[in-house]
């Protein structure tokens, strides 16, 4: 069955002068960009962005110098390891926990860009896609578009057309980063959605096992030390524990970007867990089951994220906080205690709510920074004894 994916695709390199020029007539694209490069004036910010004949060439000249500042300025440092776990000339569809709306996916390209690799596909939810500069933005940026809150008629026909979109990207060895599940895990208790895998297996003929195969997925864990929507989140939690009906609205998402990209984030580390293909032969061999084969895969999915955590400080904290014990007091310090109590303070003073519970705000913090170390030690039954 063929598929048109004009409406979801990135912009082809031979698009990106056009769309180049378009963003240059957009008042608000340019006002963001002179916030983002301040001492550049704005015919100088256009004459730039005129010169550039390739997507990639638009990501390393435009936006990795931004991800730098914001590596100087909002992190303590960005790790990048694994790699020797994958072949760089081959494609991979990475799938990763997902915490930050923008950066999940932008600092994975920034530190592919230092390797001198190529920068991967993004998925991108159109609920995001709040003015139309920011899809021009998005999709010249190596973004494709996945459709949100569509009929049941409508889910069943975009699912297969992405499935399609994926595949035949994988397949031209262009890599992808998507997320394990739709949004983000606001209580940081990351899950694969077994929707997710069933959208992934739409594109093909063979079985479910073989056709994952050819995707050559690789697990990828992310880890923050801090998160600076934290306290939106636990925000967004008490809305929805008083109000069932509550949905954010384009303006929260846009908060929650904004607070995202600059807010401090600490360590950041991402962690490359390598292709799981090996495993999914054993799981094939394991049962014939879709169903079960379904099941199993996301459980592996899941157990590769939960087991590449890196783990600080704060999650230990949080660890003896949530389970009222002593696990980690050996391995962090009063006055870290002291700083990270405080940092919770003050994250809860920034939440203005009807009917604000503090206690029910500090337990939805202390279980963000909680549940990593919780789902390693989950795959690791011997993490306590070795003191990691």
Request: charged fraction near 30%.
């Given at each position: ?137 998005v999709r010249l940026n190596k973004s ?51 929707s997710l895998l069933k959208m992934l ?188």
């Amino acid at each position: 069955m063929e598929f048109d994916f004009e409406e979801i695709r990135c912009y082809k390199n031979e698009e990106v002068h056009e769309v180049l020029e378009r963003l240059c007539n957009e008042k608000q694209f340019m006002k963001v960009l002179s916030t983002i490069y301040p001492l550049m004036p704005k015919d100088v910010i256009k004459k730039r962005l005129m010169t550039f004949e390739s997507n990639y060439a638009f990501q390393k000249d435009m936006v990795y110098p931004f991800l730098q500042y914001l590596e100087a300025n909002m992190t303590k440092g960005i790790k990048l390891n694994g790699l020797e776990k994958i072949d760089i000339s081959t494609s991979y569809l990475y799938i990763s926990n997902h915490r930050d709306i923008i950066l999940d996916s932008a600092f994975l390209c920034g530190k592919f860009i230092e390797k001198n690799m190529n920068t991967v596909e993004i998925a991108i939810g159109d609920n995001l896609l709040i003015y139309p500069w920011i899809e021009d933005l998005v999709r010249l940026n190596k973004s494709f578009i996945v459709k949100r809150g569509l009929s049941a008629r409508h889910i069943l026909e975009s699912s297969k057309r992405l499935s399609a979109y994926i595949a035949k990207t994988i397949s031209e060895n262009q890599s992808i980063w998507i997320a394990q599940r739709e949004g983000r895990a606001k209580d940081s208790n990351d899950r694969t959605q077994e929707s997710l895998l069933k959208m992934l297996n739409m594109f093909g003929e063979d079985s479910f096992i073989d056709n994952l195969t050819k995707l050559n997925i690789c697990p990828l864990s992310i880890s923050y030390e801090y998160d600076p929507c934290d306290y939106l989140k636990a925000k967004e939690m008490q809305q929805k524990r008083d109000n069932s009906c509550f949905k954010k609205n384009p303006q929260d998402d846009l908060l929650n970007i904004q607070t995202g990209v600059m807010g401090y984030k600490g360590s950041v580390v991402y962690e490359i867990t390598g292709s799981i293909n090996n495993e999914l032969k054993k799981i094939a061999l394991e049962t014939s089951s879709r169903n079960e084969q379904i099941t199993l895969v996301t459980e592996l999915i899941d157990k590769r994220i939960h087991a590449n955590y890196n783990i600080f400080v704060n999650n230990k904290i949080a660890f003896d906080a949530i389970k009222e014990g002593k696990h980690f007091t050996n391995e962090y310090s009063p006055i870290e205690k002291l700083d990270f109590e405080r940092y919770l303070s003050l994250q809860i003073a920034k939440i203005e709510i009807e009917n604000k519970d503090e206690a029910f705000l500090r337990v939805k913090l202390l279980e963000m920074y909680a549940n990593p170390l919780i789902n390693k030690l989950n795959t690791s039954p011997n993490f306590l004894e070795e003191g990691e």
